[in-house]
């Protein structure tokens, strides 16, 4: 029993000490952003595009076909009201609050956040982080802080896209497909859909964004650095992330309300 | 004020244990300010770790290292950024950047710590890469070398900066023997020309010996032997005799700690 009670106590511990590590670590990376915002920005730039840009073709394919599949489901349901007209307001809701944000993180988390937890924890496992230290060249900013600022500056972007190609999803299935009218599907949309609506989405991929990327930069920085720990922390970074962005999208969803 | 004394590094009472492992205690040794200073020892026996105590990678439990008469451990990071300019280091593996080509890991130093026009750091860089054999590869990736030449490359960036102290962890695993002939001779030849300090861990007692001003055999946490390699290879010490020519039997195991062959063999402790 007590052996029970002190093993609970220690994972507690271990946790609560983490948890308090892996915040430190984030204001340990805000301290070294002005810098390399200023004097460093072609390397946030670079890794905009290894972020950003390389996930545009599975972001852009993923909302295509998310679009669409609320195309079909929202006129099956919404037909029986007669209220196919509003399949448009249907669909902009879902992708601009919900699933543009929501899935644009997943699908980051698995695209770029491995990847960046993968190569940074090679980095570590092969020496490069400490010949960096060696050549008085901080790994922390020169390293990790681009990284973490391309995830964040690349991921409402990357959300927009998948909402704006979402719709078009939309619109193909419901106007061309099953031939909603063509005027109703965006007037109504236009109508109904507000700014605040925008700025929720924006504000939760902006959430996201920073989760992804630290959480994905944390576990490559303190990866185990062999080949199997390396591997642990890329599977890490997907598990925690997915977990994350749902968990805090519940709570911007409760905040916003 | 100890600005010319003749001892550049000073390592005293140092303890270092990680875990319940004791790897050092009371470890105590000089390096000389211009002078080639090779750590030798049985494997395990932390020289890798004690260069990163030397270069406060990692921080000593007990015991200090003085630096030109400071102590590393009292220094800020600014300050200890500020000393590590001084030091160049070739790691084991090379640890080149991946994502860089030969040329910009080579420039990489120059880039991050001075404002020298592009035309210059070519030259810089192009030169170093000259002496180290490997001008030719300068726009090749690190992963389309070989590890001998990974390790050229290297040392052609721990020097771009001029730095007054060179380490080089296992600087001759891996390079074939003519390569070997030539970095040994680059290596004396810039303790002679420029007065380099160096600091070389090694195994390889026949090339430490043509190279090395002063040895330290480390075994057991502590500093068992010390002097030239000449002098080392007529001590009288067991150990010492066992390690500079190479014996099984000594007093230092060749085997891991064990339980007795016969009755591992024999299955007794199994069943």
């Keep these: 029993m007590i052996r029970i009670i002190r093993d609970l106590y220690d994972t507690g511990s271990e946790f609560v000490r983490t948890f308090g590590a892996f915040q430190l670590f984030f204001l340990r990376l805000l301290s070294h952003t002005p810098r390399i915002v200023v004097t460093r920005f072609d390397l946030v730039v670079n890794q905009v595009f290894n972020s950003g840009a390389l996930s545009l073709v599975i972001i852009m394919i993923s909302g295509l076909f998310v679009g669409g599949v609320l195309g079909l489901q929202g006129y099956a349901n919404l037909a029986r009201f007669n209220a196919e007209d509003s399949i448009g307001v249907f669909a902009a809701f879902g992708l601009v609050k919900e699933l543009g944000p929501v899935i644009t993180a997943l699908l980051f988390a698995g695209r770029a956040g491995t990847a960046l937890a993968s190569e940074i924890g090679l980095m570590k496992a092969t020496d490069q982080l400490s010949a960096m230290e060696m050549m008085a060249v901080n790994p922390v900013s020169r390293v990790l802080v681009p990284r973490f600022l391309g995830g964040v500056i690349a991921m409402p972007f990357l959300a927009a896209i998948f909402s704006m190609v979402g719709l078009l999803g939309t619109h193909l299935v419901a106007v061309e497909l099953l031939s909603v009218d063509v005027g109703a599907f965006w007037q109504q949309m236009q109508m109904t859909v507000d700014i605040d609506d925008i700025n929720e989405g924006i504000i939760k991929s902006v959430v996201f964004g920073v989760l992804a990327s630290h959480i994905a930069v944390w576990e490559g920085y303190n990866a185990i650095p062999t080949a199997e720990g390396v591997g642990r922390a890329t599977t890490r970074t997907v598990v925690i992330t997915a977990i994350a962005v749902l968990v805090f999208d519940f709570v911007i969803t409760a905040l916003m309300l | ?271």
Excluded: W
């Design chain 2, 1 to 271: 004020m100890n600005q010319h004394s003749d001892n550049l590094i000073e390592v005293k009472n140092l303890k270092y244990s990680r875990g319940p492992r004791v790897i050092f205690e009371g470890m105590n040794l000089v390096i000389k300010r211009g002078e080639i200073t090779a750590f030798m020892g049985p494997s395990g026996t932390g020289k890798t770790t004690l260069l990163r105590l030397i270069t406060r990678q990692l921080v000593p439990q007990q015991g200090c290292i003085l630096v030109d008469g400071v102590d590393i451990a009292t220094l800020s990071i600014a300050e200890l950024y500020q000393l590590r300019q001084r030091f160049g280091m070739l790691f084991q593996n090379g640890a080149l950047l991946t994502d860089l080509s030969v040329f910009e890991n080579v420039a990489f130093p120059l880039r991050e710590h001075t404002k020298l026009t592009n035309r210059l750091i070519r030259h810089v860089v192009l030169t170093k890469l000259h002496a180290v054999g490997l001008r030719g590869a300068a726009d090749m990736m690190p992963a389309q070398l070989s590890g001998g030449m990974a390790r050229r490359v290297a040392l052609a960036r721990a020097m771009v900066m001029d730095p007054e102290i060179l380490i080089y962890d296992e600087p001759f695993v891996g390079l074939d023997p003519i390569s070997m002939g030539v970095i040994v001779r680059l290596v004396r030849r810039m303790n002679d020309a420029l007065g380099i300090t160096s600091i070389i861990v090694s195994h390889d007692v026949a090339e430490i010996a043509t190279v090395a001003d002063r040895s330290f055999l480390i075994s057991d946490g502590k500093v068992a032997a010390s002097g030239s390699p000449g002098e080392l290879r007529v001590a009288e010490s067991a150990l010492v005799r066992q390690f500079m020519h190479g014996m099984a039997d000594g007093p230092v195991a060749f085997h891991y700690e064990a339980p007795d062959y016969a009755e591992q063999l024999l299955g007794r402790d199994a069943e």
